[in-house]
């Protein structure tokens, strides 16, 4: 890192090197000139003010110990193409023969353009220097604007705010990453400079830094600002931002945390790879730890799992508490990024506790609700990660809160839940390590998704309960018809969608997949779930498909049964929409349906009834 710095800091060395020597050239060259002496000689001065002011960037380059080398190479490299071109043209005003001097034409208006063009870079080399200044004296933010930027002013006020950062007094640097934030929250372009201009790694540098929780919380909202991009949120993982976040998510007030928290949130979301990257850093367990704070201590008495569980539940809650900072040390790779940060998170479990715990109920709040965000993006589509979260006892604190909570905690539990039990669908080994028929655990989640199915108004919380225990529909025995009679009544659920979804679920029961299909499709008509199913295949094309799926199965597994020849399901099998019919996932069932009907309905007089939409 050391050799890569300096390295950095030679290229300036050499970069501005090269524009000072040109700019000896141009003021030797104007010495020279034996033809519009009055033009070269001003060409002269501007040059001899360009060395001075070059030479005092190279000076701040070499004596700062933290460089923004952004808008040097971009101002520098400008100034040195109009030195280039103030050089060629002064060189043709030295004595030469008659004939060169007829070719050569130079004119008055030469010197115009030239002049102009110096005139920029000296506006430009002087906005430079006072950013610079300005950054390391304290002398507040810069906020006017280079020719350089003459067409896009957005480009030199992120300059400027970076800057600050990079070497401002602590109030200017707080001040900078508030206005980069607002810069970022505005819209896309502006996140794209601040990212492609080296915001990023500043930003995580005053995250970390631990000065203040103010900073921190600056830096942290800039950064989830940004985060809304794969490619941003790449950037953010290059510069070796998942440790410092997973650092600051375990060893900050709570306020802090809140930002951070929905900082992992973003990146999960907007990028798989960050989902792995927080995993291997051991980021789920302190969220976990963060949403457990207080759920357990203060109304035991009334939970619904036994005396045994609620003990489990406090001595859980009081494991994770105690032992959240130890999963910092866990190095799964000995070369792992964590030991940049294992030292000050080591500091992290109880060093906000007592600030924790005088917190106001509203910011507590909040800072479950991220947390149960950021769990939720990370058990997306992840079974590692879903994993990880069952073996923190994370099943538990997430029953407890969908039991005792409402609103965007309770939703966020809840959708967290379904991603995981979605894990535990297509993950034999996650079934049956997180989803065992004796686990209090799986029990708890299994109590609180039916009583939500049963009790709930809301669709928006009845189809994430009813999708989780269609996933878990595997690890349900055939005497454990509890969970199948929900189903059932939410076929005749007024919402279109809540009824498409219980025949989804009760379709996953039933599926060849489940061993136990035949007694679950015997249940399903035993609590009389042909009749709305019937209804519902008269709704919209998906409900008629996955309604037609259901109908199939049962006709599969249980076609002897007399509920299927009173509903006519046979009349029904046969009118079904052609079209629906043709479906991937129809094209075999329903014939193979309607043959085994007819082995035991053969009276059943062949009635067409058709239910498209």
């Known amino acids: 890192m050391i050799d890569s710095m300096a390295t950095e800091e030679n290229k300036i060395k050499e970069v501005l090197s090269f524009t000072i020597d040109l700019s000896e050239r141009v003021r030797h060259a104007a010495e020279e000139a034996e033809s519009f002496k009055v033009d070269c000689a001003e060409v002269g001065k501007q ?207 709570m306020r802090v945390q809140i930002r951070v928290a929905n900082l992992v949130a973003r990146m999960a979301e907007h990028d798989p790879f960050a989902q792995e990257d927080f995993a291997r850093e051991n980021a789920i367990r302190p969220l976990v730890t963060l949403l457990s704070f207080e759920t357990f201590v203060d109304d035991t008495t009334n939970l619904q799992y036994g005396k045994q569980s609620i003990h489990s539940l406090v001595q859980i809650n009081k494991e994770m508490e105690r032992n959240s900072l130890m999963s910092f040390n866990y190095k799964p790779h000995s070369n792992s990024s964590l030991s940049l940060h294992s030292e000050g998170s080591s500091r992290g479990g109880g060093h906000h506790r007592k600030e924790r715990e005088s917190e106001k109920p509203q910011v507590k709040l909040e800072l479950k609700i991220t947390c149960a965000e950021a769990l939720w ?103 454990e018809t509890r969970v199948i009679g929900p189903l059932v009544e939410q076929l005749s659920h007024r919402n279109q969608d809540v009824a498409t979804e219980a025949a989804i679920s009760l379709g996953k029961f ?55 020849k009173q509903a006519r399901v046979l009349t029904a099998l046969e009118g079904a929409d052609r079209a629906v019919v043709t479906h991937p996932e129809l094209r075999e069932l329903v014939p193979q349906a309607i043959y085994h009907l007819n082995i035991y309905h053969t009276d059943v007089l062949p009635q067409r009834q058709s239910y498209s939409p």
């Open 47 to 253: 040059a001899d003010r360009l060395i001075t002011m070059i030479w005092a960037a190279a000076r701040f380059a070499t004596s700062t110990g933290s460089l923004y080398e952004r808008p040097i190479r971009r101002i520098v490299a400008d100034v040195s193409k109009n030195l280039d071109r103030a050089l060629t043209l002064v060189r043709k005003c030295k004595r030469r023969s008659v004939l060169r001097r007829v070719v050569t034409i130079v004119s008055a208006a030469d010197f115009r353009k030239v002049t102009t063009l110096l005139d920029a870079s000296i506006g430009d080399m002087k906005w430079l220097l006072s950013i610079f200044e300005s950054s390391s004296g304290g002398g507040g933010i810069v906020l006017s604007m280079p020719p350089i930027a003459s067409n896009d002013p957005i480009l030199s006020w992120v300059w400027s705010f970076i800057a600050s950062i990079h070497s401002g007094q602590l109030n200017d640097r707080i001040e900078a990453a508030n206005e980069l934030a607002s810069l970022a929250k505005d819209n896309d372009r502006n996140k794209k400079i601040i990212d492609e201009e080296g915001g990023v790694p500043p930003l995580l540098k005053l995250l970390k830094e631990n000065t203040s929780p103010e900073a921190q919380s600056a830096a942290a909202t800039a950064l989830l600002n940004l985060a809304n991009d794969q490619e941003r949120v790449h950037s953010i993982a290059d510069e070796l931002g998942v440790p410092i976040i997973v650092q600051v998510l375990g060893d900050s007030p």
């Open 510 to 564: 039933v599926c060849p997949d489940n061993f136990l299909c035949a007694e679950h499709s015997k249940t399903i008509i035993e609590f009389n779930g042909v009749p709305p199913l019937m209804r519902l295949l008269r709704g919209n094309d998906r409900s008629l498909l996955y309604g037609l799926v259901l109908l199939c199965y049962l006709a599969l597994h249980a076609g002897n049964n007399e509920a299927l």
């Open 377 to 479: 993006m990370l058990a997306k589509g992840s079974v590692s990660n879903s994993r990880r979260i069952t073996e923190t006892k994370g099943l538990l604190c997430l029953a407890k809160l969908v039991e005792k909570e409402s609103g965007e905690l309770q939703f966020n539990c809840l959708m967290t839940l379904m991603e995981i039990t979605a894990a535990a669908e297509y993950n034999a080994d996650l079934r049956r390590a997180a989803f065992k028929t004796n686990s209090p655990a799986a029990k708890a989640v299994v109590d609180q998704l039916l009583r939500i199915i049963k009790e709930s108004d809301s669709p928006t919380l009845r189809i994430p309960a009813i999708k989780s225990i269609g996933s878990l529909a595997r690890t349900f025995p055939a005497r």
